[in-house]
């Protein structure tokens, strides 16, 4: 299937509905949140909206070997979103990561954001 891309303005509920329809299937979501100085709020706040999710984040301030961790539970599938900021552009494959939201994506280029829509869809 090719990539569906929607443009929307930030709607909770919209977002909370695609994530929910893509963790029932199975998948695994990339959440873009590119503030580190918020990323955890934004974490908390889908805890509790998807409190069964498992939720992990990354940002690339942190340590590489937590880093490296949280990859791995990625592409184990013990990590059903990962809240990130850009820097899944350059990331490894994740076949099973089908959904991908970017928040304020008018704050990113063009390129940018073809770059992050390039991580998902890859099986």
């Known amino acids: 299937h090719p990539i569906q891309t929607y443009v929307i303005e930030h709607n ?3 977002i909370l509905q695609a994530i929910s ?3 029932r299937r199975g998948g695994q979501v990339y959440y873009i949140h590119n503030r580190i100085d918020t990323i ?3 974490v908390n706040k889908l805890q509790s ?3 069964d999710a498992r939720i992990g984040y990354a ?3 942190m340590e590489e070997k ?9 592409v184990e599938h013990e990590i059903d979103i990962l809240v990130c900021t850009t820097l899944i552009e350059t990331g490894i494959d994740v076949p099973n990561v089908n959904t991908l939201i970017i928040e304020d994506a008018d704050r990113l ?5 073809h770059q992050l829509r390039g991580r998902v869809g890859r099986s």
């Open 12 to 14: 909770e509920g919209v």
């Open 21 to 23: 329809k893509e963790l």
């Open 40 to 42: 955890l709020r934004t």
């Open 49 to 51: 909206s998807l409190p």
């Open 59 to 61: 940002h690339g301030q």
């Open 66 to 74: 937590d880093l490296s961790e949280i990859w791995r539970q990625v």
């Open 109 to 113: 280029g063009l390129s940018q954001l």
